[in-house]
């Protein structure tokens, strides 16, 4: 019985090594990304497709909600996009990189870099901006706690 206690010990510390090292991995492209201005390539995140009807975006840094669902649309662009964020939650910066001039955006709280607002591209939306983001970038949160409006709350408590 000892023996096979002990056999099993030296199987888990392998099988939580492997997690572990997937884990790193991911933390480091969060890294790449949010304190090295990286890019994750097109189409490479989950969040592209997703569509969710309720719920925000938050920072993948330090949790500050920063999208709300309903700003997604679908840009084809192979990055989430959004036509506008939460009021004071991106703060925009010019960025000369690359031989081109584009707006950088950031996290306000904890200047993550998120990806570049593009403007007057002929989007159907209210803003014609998109705000290309790096999936990595972001977490979902499915509740929306801290941006519910007002009315919202009315609906629900006549329901
Ligand atoms: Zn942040």
Known sequence: MARRLEQRRVISPYRSHQAGADRVRMILEQFRILRDKGTEAAGSHKFDKLFPESGVYTCAGCNAPLYKANHKFRSGCGWPAYFDNIPGAVTRHEDRSWGMSRTEIVCSNCGGHLGHVFKGEGYPTPTDERHCVNGVSLNFN????????????????KA
């Open 142 to 157: 499915p509740d929306d706690p801290v941006v519910k409006k007002p009315e919202e709350d009315a609906k629900e408590s």
